[in-house]
């Protein structure tokens, strides 16, 4: 039955009888026909277009602050994941996916089986139940990522469409702050901070983009200026610190060339001359008011910091469970100036050793660890073979990587799109991608080897 929806006749018999339906219902209610439409559409993508479900997903997950509908639990961006689920178990059954797995897969697994553990053993688990179905979700979408991206063009769609969601969505932000609605840039995350770390981290994939994406490189030059300012307006002092690692680990390592030097720095004196030439009172009231409490600030991340490892050291194997850093810290905080209904601990490794153990912890960091070091590997064999595109796509990815860790220092983002985005991009990089090139890269590394060097083309 499934192999006949899929062919030709199948299709125009069911084409047929969706549009008989839609056409029946606008008869009787205009929005109900919309509604139909939609859902027969989305229908449509997940039986014939797993690929397109996920940049779905990808451009609803900026904005998963105004997309809880029907409900916080079971809201657009989870429903879009079990739809994305469902179209990958379509076509393996079908025959026309196989599973892959590259090394930190494996570690991601690993996470998951004990941040469940974790889940089971906590003293309510019930009231984890959330947080454990976020983690599910960010584990399922670095999963089905690896799963349905395999090629250059799969990887640029996915860094297109994450892009220009996130600069529509920081637009949004400036706007309401310049209109003067909100203090600090938040967009459709509505907190300043976690915002400012989803803009941050995609300022190396707009980069990458200007050079790589040659047709829409108008559009990313226009883009990179309203991320970065969007980031900066947040007043997040954590995002700021991480894009500032980014530059020194760009010029220690001498991945930023001169003209990405110029250009960044030229971006940056833009968005700091406009901002100040025109909207100079607006932001110093906001840096006025964020200077007033940056001191208690500083005093309540310390306060929250020393909390969760006298928290790790009281449940050293699978802490005191997921979610449930806030109900415990009444008994592990102490002289914090700020009162915080339920904290997090802005410290996303010590969000997880604190609530998951030091074993969970461990799997997460080699997790990231093993994405930069298999990216890592994968520059080195594109720069012998003088695959300049490649060597262009895996510096854009560590650049990010380097933003998400350093960001994670100060802020709790274990439950955030950036790092899962990040290391999925890491795996099909140097996992389907790499060995699609690898027979060209094997050609460049022997021509130059004799002498003959000849650039290796991406495909």
Known sequence: MAAWLLDRSGRVVTAGLIAAAIGFVSAYDPVLALIALATAVLALLVLLAPQAVLLVLLAALPWEGVLGYPSDTLSVVKLLGMLLLVAYLFKVFQGELHLRAPPTTYAVGLFGLLITLSFIVSPDPGAGSGTLLRFYLFLGFFFLMVQLVDDEAGVLRVLRVTAFSVTVASMVGLISFLQGDVERVRGPIHDPNDFAYLMATTLPLLAYLIVADRRGRPVWLACFPVVLAGTLATL??????????????????????????????????????????LFSPLINERLEAKGNIAAQNVASREALWRGAIAMSMDHPVTGVGPGRFGVESTDYVRDNPIVLSDPVTHETYLQILSESGPFALTAFLAFLGGSWISLSRYRKRCEAALNMDGMRLATAVQAGLVVAMVGGLFLSEQLAIPLWLLGALAAIITGPVAERQLPVLRTAASRRVEGHPEPAQSH
Not at 255 to 277: D, E, H, N, P, Q
């Open 236 to 277: 997040s002092r954590g995002a700021i610190v991480a894009v500032g690692a980014l530059l020194v680990w760009a010029l220690v390592t001498r991945r930023i060339k001169l003209g990405g030097l110029i250009m960044s720095t030229a971006a940056l004196a833009t968005v700091l001359i406009a901002g100040l030439l």
